[in-house]
């Protein structure tokens, strides 16, 4: 990977966000470059910001619930 070809703002971006650059550098090639090509219809910072943001969010999935009793929510049993 050029990352001599990586957007300056881009850049910016994912090195002051050191959960999404982890994130980025552990990417294959191919993922770089689709994320770069995803970046450059990004018009304003706050969507950069976002953008990026995306690459540090955990991917397990949120288990917190909001109400309590949605645990016992599903199937009936018997």
């Known amino acids: 990977m050029d990352y001599?070809?990586?957007p300056?703002?881009?850049?910016?971006?994912?090195?002051?966000?050191?959960?999404?650059?982890?994130?980025?550098?552990?990417?294959?090639?191919?993922?770089?470059?689709e994320f770069i090509e995803r970046s450059r219809g990004v018009m304003s910072g706050k969507e950069i910001e976002k953008l990026v943001n995306s690459l540090a969010k955990e991917e397990e999935p949120d288990l917190h619930l909001e109400d309590v009793n949605d645990i016992f929510k599903g199937p009936g049993i018997g």
């Open 8 to 33: 300056l703002d881009l850049g910016v971006a994912i090195t002051t966000n050191r959960a999404a650059m982890d994130r980025f550098v552990d990417m294959t090639d191919d993922e770089k470059e």
């Open 4 to 6: 001599n070809n990586l």
